[in-house]
């Protein structure tokens, strides 16, 4: 799972009910899940919790680096509360599940220099796209 409850507990985050629920919902690996479907989640455990608290907890977790925003082809943006471990996604190109994927080697060293058109690269974001195992089937 991931650490995100951890991290904001240590982080000094007030955890209200409403955020503490959002947190919940988003905790745990291989979790890549909509705004509306947190919101989902989130009523199911908590039915008075509303959809713009969920959007705002949404935004203020991204504005502290502790989820991050995974926008894929034009589809809804996703979230991600594995923000402080290094990974790729894995992308089903029908049904647009992501999975979070850790191959091992730097994708910035597989830029060439002369590609870098002399940016100074501090990143790099590698999307894999591919059919699933339910959607193949």
């Given at each position: 799972m991931s650490d995100l409850l951890d991290r904001l507990r240590e982080g000094g985050w007030r955890l209200t009910a409403q955020r503490r629920v959002v947190a919940e919902v988003l905790d745990g690996d291989h979790v890549h899940l909509t705004a509306d479907e947190v919101h989902s989640r989130a009523a199911a455990r908590l039915p008075?919790?509303?959809?713009?608290?969920?959007?705002?907890t949404?935004?203020?977790?991204?504005?502290?680096?502790?989820?991050?925003?995974?926008?894929?082809?034009g589809r809804a943006k996703r979230y991600d509360p594995n923000a402080h471990r290094p990974h790729h996604h894995l992308l089903c190109a029908r049904c647009g599940s992501i999975r979070d994927v850790h191959p091992t080697g730097?994708?910035?060293?597989?830029?060439?220099?002369s590609e870098s058109f002399g940016f100074?690269?501090?990143?790099?974001?590698?999307?894999?796209?591919g059919i699933c195992p339910d959607c193949a089937a």
């Open positions: 008075e919790i509303s959809r713009a608290t969920v959007y705002n949404l935004r203020e977790l991204v504005q502290r680096g502790e989820v991050v925003e995974v926008s894929t082809d730097d994708p910035l060293a597989n830029l060439p220099a100074t690269v501090l990143e790099a974001e590698v999307t894999y796209r």
